[in-house]
């Protein structure tokens, strides 16, 4: 499933730097936008992971999983 999120991008002095507008904590700094952007995809998609993953284990056992959807 493929979500779409806000990059929040600026350059400052030599460095592009940016956040995930929605999830707190994802933020990164590269020498070119480009970079940047991947870094922030390859961030973002960790952050997701390790917050499922910690969500799972405090559940413990016999949990459901439901999707939910938001707009904007």
């Keep these: 499933m493929d979500a779409e999120y806000t990059a929040i991008v600026k350059q400052q002095g030599d460095w592009w730097i940016g956040w995930i507008e929605e999830v707190p904590g994802v933020n990164c700094q590269e020498r070119s ?40």
């Design 33 to 72: 936008r480009e970079e940047l952007l991947e870094s922030l995809r390859v961030t973002l998609r960790e952050a997701i992971e390790f917050n499922r993953q910690e969500a799972i284990d405090s559940a413990g056992s016999e949990y459901k999983e439901e999707k939910i959807a938001v707009s904007a």
